[in-house]
């Protein structure tokens, strides 16, 4: 049996990804549990416990429901398989809505969970929230452009950065939550010349996706990128394997052999 080499052998914290800004792209990928986060651990730089989870894996129709028990379950989770990733908390909608609630629920997320950052979705309007955050010494990704959590309030998910005023709107938002004291800016479905603008504007680092080549890093939806999500699948993702169809093949397969009591055979009894 061949034993897997991680790339990445010491834990990664958030002061290591700031200082990759520049310098070599940061890897991110989306877990919701210990198997998968055990798979990627190592291989990539950060891993985000995303309220995408609420859709793909509860199959709801957006976020919004998702709770901070069910992130804080999840979180740890892939904590517990994941070492070596800098593991970021996807605050939950209705979790930050003032800055004594987002601290209560931040706080809460650093004593229950291992943890290093929490995200939060919002411009300059989040810049007391961050403020508070950072002050109290939980890091911070701040997510600007498209918010997922702002779906209902703006009827749908629309593509950011368009012209120069947005453009602007969204670097200045990106600069004020770094004043704030974000470690990181996480930028969503913008146009590349937006996510490069703001990416050249701040000092710490930008992770971009549906925001181009430009960033300093760049997250997907582990469903996604893996082919398990199969309703829908927008521009920006890149199936790097058929998981849905690996997984159908292997079921129909198992489904025959029982059938034909094929299975199990001798290999695989006591
Ligand atoms: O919840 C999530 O997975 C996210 C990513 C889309 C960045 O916020």
Same mark, same amino acid.
């Given at each position: ?13 958030m ?25 990627? #651990?190592?291989?990539?730089e950060?891993? !985000? @416990?995303? /309220?995408? =989870?609420?859709?793909?894996?509860? *199959?709801?129709?957006?976020? %919004? ?29 209705g ?32 810049a ?34 368009? #012209? ?5 709107? !969204? @670097?200045? /938002?990106? =600069?004020?939550?770094?004043?704030? *004291?974000?470690?990181?800016? %996480? ?17 710490v680092?930008?992770?971009?996706i549906?925001?181009?080549?430009v ?56």
């Amino acid at each position: 049996m061949s034993i897997h080499t991680p790339r990445i052998e010491k834990k990664v914290t958030m002061s290591t990804v700031a200082a990759m800004k520049g310098v070599e792209p940061i890897t991110m990928v989306t877990a919701y549990d210990a198997l998968f986060a055990q798979l990627f #651990d190592g291989e990539v730089e950060m891993i !985000l @416990v995303g /309220d995408s =989870l609420n859709m793909s894996f509860l *199959g709801k129709e957006d976020t %919004l429901s998702a709770t901070m028990d069910q992130m804080i379950y999840h979180t740890q989770a892939v904590c517990n398989g994941a070492k070596r990733a800098c593991i970021v908390f996807d605050m939950p909608f209705g979790s930050y809505t003032t800055p004594q609630v987002a601290l209560e629920n931040a706080t809460r997320v650093y004593r229950e969970t291992c943890a290093q950052a929490v995200k939060v979705e919002g411009g300059r309007e989040k810049a007391d929230i961050v403020r508070t955050l950072a002050d109290n010494g939980i890091a911070v990704v701040a997510h600007i452009g498209l918010m997922p959590q702002h779906v209902r309030s703006e009827g749908g998910y629309r593509v950011r950065g368009k #012209d120069e005023t947005d453009i602007k709107r !969204l @670097v200045e /938002d990106a =600069l004020e939550l770094e004043a704030a *004291g974000a470690a990181m800016v %996480l930028v969503e479905g913008v146009k590349s010349e937006a996510a490069k603008a703001v990416t050249d504007a701040v000092k710490v680092p930008t992770i971009g996706i549906g925001a181009g080549n430009v960033t300093d890093g760049q997250v997907l939806v582990w469903s996604d990128m893996f082919g398990f999500f199969e309703a829908f699948k927008p521009k920006f993702v890149k199936r790097y394997c058929n998981g849905a169809k690996e997984v159908r093949e292997g079921l129909e397969q198992y489904v025959k052999e029982v059938k034909a009591r094929q299975f199990p055979d001798e290999a695989h009894a006591y």
